[in-house]
């Protein structure tokens, strides 16, 4: 599985992005699938995960109510909206497909990763 993230870029504070992230090769159907972010000098934490068929989804805390995760399984694409932007969501973001059909929080749950895409938040 080859995982592409894309849609970051560099946003002002209160704005909006959405990112994308593609699968090639295997699919996503049937697995999970997780957003992640790692900001600088600091771990690799999750950020939003959405189970196989797209009827559950999880947040952290930090982002619940600002961030909501989806996926088109038919498109072999998950995204995540990310809207009310703080300059301490500054990271980059990677997707995960999980080993399983339901996600975890914890990266070591996720075995196929993109290669991350920069999101700056900065006025």
């Known amino acids: 599985v080859q995982l592409q993230a894309s849609g970051g870029g560099l946003v002002q504070p209160g704005g909006s992005l959405r990112l994308s992230c593609a699968a090639s090769?295997?699919?996503?159907?049937?697995?999970?699938v997780g957003w992640f972010r790692q900001a600088p000098g600091k771990e690799r934490e999750f950020v939003a995960g959405?189970?196989?068929?797209?009827?559950?989804?999880y947040y952290a805390d930090s982002v619940k109510g600002r961030f909501t995760i989806s996926r088109d399984n038919a498109k072999n694409t998950v995204y995540l909206q990310m809207n009310s932007l703080k300059p301490e969501d500054t990271a980059v973001y990677y997707c995960?497909?999980?080993?399983?059909?339901?996600?975890?929080?914890?990266?070591?749950?996720?075995?196929?990763w993109g290669q991350g895409t920069q999101v700056t938040v900065s006025s």
């Open positions: 090769g295997r699919t996503f159907s049937g697995y999970a």
């Open positions: 995960a497909r999980d080993r399983t059909s339901w996600p975890t929080s914890t990266a070591l749950g996720y075995n196929y």
């Open positions: 959405i189970n196989w068929s797209g009827g559950s989804a």
